[in-house]
């Protein structure tokens, strides 16, 4: 960051406490591997709250593919209001191959693209989540093994920002889900268990969210 | 296979470059991840002995997606040991640049290594030739 934007933000973080009511929102980065429940995650939030949609999900890795932006998203709890945008961000990864997509009954030509379209979408994430993100929902599928390199040096670059997060294991509707593997996975945060699709447990995840980024 | 080799090596062989911290100290962060990925897109395996701060980690993640193309990139494999005990995350832990100190890290491309394994205290790579 530069002198004068850094000086803006501190500026503008110092004002933002001072007028807590009407503060700018906190900028809320939904990170995690493809195919995790970001976008479900997103859409139920953004439904529970505003009554409308992010973006598309989808069973096919890499369904989102640009950062898409839900502002305003005023979440209440406890008495206490707090305003977020909401991010959902493509899943992060080192490598996307374009015969994969092929696999999923799609042209060459649509393949191609689509993985551009993905390189393109996480490049930004990555950009993001050093510049503009003031705070990280990480969801995990916890059906599947938590101890990737992908997730450590996510987790890694999250905790040398000192960015607030909240680590989600979705998918909790599903029998080989395990919840213990993804706590034991991050111990120094908070492992919170749901089902984005089914609704389970958003209670809590509101909760959270209203006490680590209100 | 007809005339063709790789510029990683003589023949069909796997060249593996492993780099000093030393060698890596005086780099700026772009240089360094320029140096991966240069190693990396010739088809060679990359093994730092010291690693990448998370900030270098995550734009060599951010690079990586920029030059992934169909036809002759898609992307990297990356793992490393963790900073065991000895990551120091307070403010002159950081400073000290303790965060990549130690961290041994192995890449490659990704079209090549068929599984890269890792626990605590052993990365497996099988690579395959080009
Ligand atoms: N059973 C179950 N399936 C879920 C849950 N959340 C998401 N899914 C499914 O998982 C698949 C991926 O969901 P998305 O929300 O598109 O995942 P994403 O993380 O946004 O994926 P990318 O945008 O590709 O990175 C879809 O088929 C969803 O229906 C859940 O809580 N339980
Ligand atoms: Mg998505």
Redesign the pocket.
Same mark, same amino acid.
């Given at each position: 960051m530069g002198l004068f934007a850094e000086l803006r933000s501190s500026i503008s973080r110092v004002s933002a406490s001072l007028f807590a009511d009407d503060s700018e929102p906190k900028r809320i980065g *939904?990170y995690?591997? %493809?195919?995790?429940?970001? #976008? #479900? $995650?997103?859409?139920r939030i953004a439904r529970d709250w505003t009554g409308d949609a992010v &973006?598309? @999900?989808? +069973? *096919? %890795? +890499? @369904? #989102?593919?640009r950062a898409r932006r839900k502002e305003n998203v005023e979440i209440k709890r406890n008495g206490k209001t707090v305003n977020i945008d909401i991010v !959902?961000?493509? &899943?992060v990864t080192t490598k996307v191959d374009y015969s994969e997509f092929l696999e999923h009954d799609m042209e060459k030509d649509e393949a191609v693209r689509r993985s551009r379209e993905?390189t393109e979408g996480v490049a930004e994430a990555m950009h993001w989540l050093r510049e503009d993100v003031d705070g990280v929902i990480y969801?995990l !599928?916890s059906t599947e093994d938590p101890f990737t390199q992908v997730n450590t040096m996510l987790i890694g670059i999250i905790e040398s920002r000192d960015l607030p997060v909240l680590i989600l294991a979705?998918?909790? !509707?599903?029998g080989e889900s395990n919840i213990q593997r993804v706590s034991n996975a991050f111990p120094q945060h908070e492992t919170i268990p $749901?089902?984005?699709?089914?609704g @389970?447990n958003m209670d809590e995840v509101y909760e959270k969210i209203a006490e680590y980024f209100g | 296979m007809p005339e063709t080799t790789s510029e990683g090596g003589p023949g069909d062989g796997v060249q593996i470059d492993l780099i000093s911290g030393a060698r890596m100290s005086g780099k700026t962060s772009m240089e360094k991840i320029r140096m991966i990925l240069d190693g990396v897109r010739d088809g060679k395996i990359v093994v730092l002995e010291t690693g990448l701060t998370p900030d270098e980690e995550s734009k060599l993640i951010e690079v990586t997606m920029t030059e992934i193309n169909p036809d002759d990139f898609t992307g990297i494999e990356i793992e490393s040991f963790p900073q065991s005990e000895t990551n120091d995350t307070s403010l002159l832990g950081r400073l000290m640049g303790k965060q990549s100190s130690s961290k041994l890290t192995v890449i490659g491309p990704a079209n090549q290594i068929q599984s890269l394994h890792k626990d605590e205290t052993l990365i497996s790579a099988l690579v395959s030739r080009k």
């Open positions: *939904i995690g591997p %493809p195919n995790a429940g970001k #976008t #479900t $995650l997103a859409n &973006g598309p @999900e989808s +069973h *096919i %890795p +890499h @369904e #989102t593919r !959902d961000t493509p &899943g993905a969801v !599928d979705n998918k909790t !509707d599903l $749901l089902s984005a699709l089914e @389970e | -």
